[in-house]
C-alpha cells in the first residue's frame, strides 16, 4: 500500500475538489498520521488514538468527495452514513453498530476482491489444465499386467495431443465444442423471517445455516468452451482464496485503517429541552459515542475494535451549532474546519479543471454518439454565473446546481443526439441563455426546474 506525504495527499485531493485547502490540509494530517502511528513503537502504538474531524459548511461543497477521495487514496474501507437515519436504542430504527457492521461487510468484500486478483492467474492455469482433461481425457492401463512400453508410448502421444490441443484452445479454435462440466447445485427452501427490529439486528446468516444442513447435488451440464473456460475459473478462484485469512484481514484492515464519515451530523445536535425529540437526538450521540471512543461490536466475522477506526462528521450547522452537541461527542471530534460556500470563480473552476470535470464528462458521453461537443470560455462562465444566481435566489445547494444547469443546457442535445447530422457542436454563452432565460425569469418555474 503506498503511502503519501501531507502535501501528495492534497495535490491528489487538488485533481478532484476545488478550493477548501484547509479541510484538505485536516484529512492529509489525519491520514498521515495512520502511517506514523504504524512506526511508533508497539507499546505506544495503541495509545495514540486517531483525530476525528468535525467538517462544517453547507451542502455541496466537496465535505463527502473529500473523505471518499481520501479512503480511495488510502485504499481503506471507507462508509458514509446520515446520523439523521440511526435512532436510540429502544426506538424503531437502525441502531448504530450497524455502521461498523455494514463496514467490515465492505472490508472483506475489498478483501476477497484483492486476494481473487492475487490468485487470478493460478486459478487461470489450473481451469485451463481442467478443461483440457475435459476435452482429453488421460489415458488409463487396461488389463492387469499392461505392456509398460506401450503405456509410456500412448502417454507421450497424448502428452503431444494434448499440447497441440491447448494451442487450439489459446487461438479460440475449439469455441464451438461442447464439454461435460460438473456443477454443484444446492435447493434451498423459501425461508420468511418476520422481525419487527429487521434481519440485521440477529446478525446472522440464514441463507449458510440451512445451507449447511441440506445437502449439495452434483449436476452435468452442456457446455461450450468458453462457458465452460469462464465457469472453471470462477470455480478455481474460490477455492483458491482463503477465506479465513481473507476475514483476518479484513477485520484488520477496518480496525487500523477504516473510514466513517457521519453526514447530517448538525441534525441530531438538539438543544436541550428536556421533552420532544430532543431526547431521542442525545441518545442517537449517546450510542455512537462509545464506538468513537473505542468498543468492540460484534459482527458475523468476529469482534471488531473501533478504537483506530477514524470518524469524520459534516453538517451544515445552519440552526444548531458544533457546541449544541454532548459535551463528550465534542470532546471526540479536536479537530474543526469550516468549508466556505462556492461562488462564480469556483464554479467556473470546478468546469473545468478537475480531471472528472463535468464539462469532460458529457463531452466523453456524447462522444459516444459521434458527436464532437465543445464548451466556450464564455459559456462555462455563463453556466457559473447562473449557478451563482439561482443559489443565492433559493436554497444553497453548492456545486449540486451545475449538474442541474447542465442537465438543462443539453437537454435537447442530449435527446436529439443519436439523430443528428451535424457531428461538431459548440456551447456558447448565448446557447446557455437561450436555453435558460424564460426558466431564470420565471421564478415560479426556476424553483421547480434549477
Do not use: C
Not at 420468511?192 to 434481519?199: A, L, Q, T, W
Amino acid at each position: 500500500m503506498k503511502t503519501f506525504t501531507p502535501k501528495e495527499i492534497v495535490a491528489e485531493l487538488d485533481k478532484y475538489i476545488i478550493g477548501q485547502k484547509e479541510a484538505k490540509r485536516a484529512v492529509a494530517i489525519a491520514l498521515r498520521n495512520r502511517w506514523r502511528r504504524q512506526q511508533v513503537a508497539p507499546e505506544l502504538r495503541d495509545e495514540i488514538a486517531p483525530k476525528n474531524i468535525i467538517m462544517i459548511g453547507p451542502t455541496g461543497v466537496g465535505k463527502t468527495e473529500i473523505s471518499r477521495r481520501l479512503a480511495k487514496l488510502a485504499q481503506a474501507p471507507f462508509i458514509k452514513v446520515e446520523a439523521s437515519k440511526f435512532t436510540e436504542v429502544g426506538y424503531v430504527g437502525r441502531d448504530v453498530e450497524s455502521i461498523i457492521r455494514d463496514l467490515t461487510d465492505l472490508s472483506v468484500k475489498m478483501m476477497k476482491d484483492e486476494e481473487r486478483e492475487r490468485v487470478q492467474e493460478k486459478a487461470n492455469e489450473s481451469a485451463e489444465e481442467k478443461l483440457l482433461d475435459l476435452l482429453l481425457p488421460p489415458v488409463t492401463s487396461v488389463g492387469q499386467q499392461p505392456d509398460a512400453g506401450r503405456v509410456m508410448q500412448e502417454r507421450e502421444l497424448q502428452k503431444t495431443t494434448r499440447e497441440k490441443l491447448r494451442v487450439l484452445l489459446l487461438e479460440g479454435k475449439l469455441d464451438e465444442r461442447v464439454v461435460e462440466v460438473e456443477t454443484t447445485e444446492q435447493k434451498l427452501p423459501v425461508v420468511e423471517v418476520f422481525s419487527p427490529v429487521g434481519i440485521e439486528e440477529m446478525d446472522i446468516n440464514i441463507k449458510e445455516m440451512i445451507g449447511n444442513i441440506f445437502p449439495k447435488k452434483t449436476k452435468r451440464r452442456q457446455l461450450k468452451v468458453p462457458d465452460a473456460m469462464k465457469f472453471l475459473i470462477q470455480e478455481e478462484t474460490q477455492r483458491l482464496v482463503d477465506m479465513e485469512k481473507v476475514v483476518k484481514q479484513a477485520i484488520e484492515r477496518v480496525e487500523q485503517s477504516g473510514i466513517v464519515f457521519i453526514d447530517e451530523i448538525d441534525k441530531i445536535a438538539g438543544r436541550e429541552s428536556g421533552h420532544g425529540p430532543d431526547v431521542s437526538r442525545e441518545g442517537v450521540q449517546r450510542d455512537l459515542l462509545p464506538i468513537v471512543e473505542g468498543s468492540t461490536v460484534n459482527t458475523k466475522y468476529g469482534m471488531v475494535k473501533t478504537d483506530h477506526v477514524l470518524f469524520i462528521a459534516s453538517g451544515a450547522f445552519h440552526v444548531a451549532k458544533p457546541s449544541d452537541l454532548i459535551p463528550e461527542f465534542q470532546g471526540r471530534f479536536p479537530i474543526r474546519v469550516e468549508l466556505k460556500p462556492l461562488g462564480k470563480n469556483d464554479f467556473i473552476r470546478i468546469l473545468t479543471e478537475p480531471e472528472n470535470a463535468l464539462t469532460k464528462q458529457y463531452v466523453a458521453l456524447l462522444e459516444t454518439e459521434d458527436i464532437k461537443l465543445t464548451f466556450t470560455e464564455d459559456a462555462v462562465a455563463e453556466i457559473s454565473e447562473i449557478a451563482t444566481i439561482v443559489n443565492d435566489r433559493m436554497e444553497n445547494i453548492g456545486a449540486r446546481r451545475l449538474h442541474t444547469i447542465m442537465e438543462r443546457v443539453l437537454d435537447e442535445i442530449s435527446f436529439d443526439a443519436p439523430d443528428m447530422k451535424s457531428k461538431e457542436i459548440i456551447i456558447d454563452a448565448k446557447y446557455v441563455n437561450d436555453r435558460l432565460k424564460d426558466i431564470i425569469k420565471d421564478e415560479d418555474l426556476s424553483r421547480y426546474i434549477l
